[in-house]
T-cell receptor, first 114, second 111 residues
Framework: GAGVSQSPSNKVTEKGKDVELRCDPI?????LYWYRQSLGQGLEFLIY????????KSGLPSDRFSAERTGGSVSTLTIQRTQQEDSAVYLC????????????FGPGTRLLVL | AQSVTQLGSHVSVSEGALVLLRCNYS??????LFWYVQYPNQGLQLLLK??????LVKGINGFEAEFKKSETSFHLTKPSAHMSDAAEYFC?????????FGTGTSLTVIP
């Protein structure tokens, strides 16, 4: 597709279980970002990948959160031992190298932890 | 440190009326400023951005914003609201390393 895609679009899980969220960036975009959008709050930066460089993990809220990007394309955000406060919309964005100011966002994954 | 404040979590305007969504920022470096729009069940779409140069920037769908350094503001305006403008609007600032988003303003357009 032409845009950033994310899957699943919705995820309901039980507290304590692990979840994996997937992001497919726009082809050719070397930069990839994960954000969390909680109810009534703005977007919270989680992690940033740029090419083969070490990711910027400064936004990850706890060690239960991790992300990887395989082959410089698809990325997976993993949340271990989910908590109710992890319920949010998780947005992925991608951009061309050197054009970080123009990020293209996916539709998000809505995560509900019961 | 960078931060963004959007005044008014909900704004209602009549169709055809002026739209004004307020955004103030704090930045320790020359900021890059952005407005994004999010329609229901969709991702964020870039409306406009300011990086350098002219302080009045024009975006898509008739929106524009003016960077006022003295007021640390980047308010979004549109002369005449359309029903299709109803959405959530996010202001963001970037220090060229990370993006910092405001909490969003939900715009309702009344017919």
């Amino acid at each position: 597709g032409a845009g950033v895609s994310q899957s699943p679009s919705n995820k309901v899980t039980e507290k304590g279980k692990d979840v994996e969220l997937r992001c497919d960036p726009i082809s050719g975009h070397t930069a990839l970002y994960w954000y969390r959008q909680s109810l009534g709050q703005g977007l919270e930066f989680l992690i940033y990948f740029q090419g083969n460089s070490a990711p910027d993990k400064s936004g990850l809220p706890s060690d239960r959160f991790s992300a990887e990007r395989t082959g410089g394309s698809v990325s997976t955000l993993t949340i271990q031992r989910t908590q109710q406060e992890d319920s949010a919309v998780y947005l992925c964005a991608s951009s061309l190298a050197g054009q970080k100011e123009t990020q293209y966002f996916g539709p998000g994954t809505r995560l509900l932890v019961l | 440190a960078q931060s963004v404040t959007q005044l008014g979590s909900h704004v209602s305007v009549s169709e055809g009326a002026l739209v004004l969504l307020r955004c103030n920022y704090s930045s320790s470096v020359p900021p890059y400023l952005f407005w994004y729009v999010q329609y229901p069940n969709q991702g964020l779409q870039l409306l406009l951005k300011y990086t350098t140069g002219a302080t009045l920037v024009k975006g898509i769908n008739g929106f524009e914003a003016e960077f006022k350094k003295s007021e640390t503001s980047f308010h979004l305006t549109k002369p005449s609201a359309h029903m299709s403008d109803a959405a959530e609007y996010f202001c963001a600032v970037s220090d060229q390393v990370q993006f910092y988003f405001g909490t969003g303003t939900s715009l309702t357009v009344i017919p």
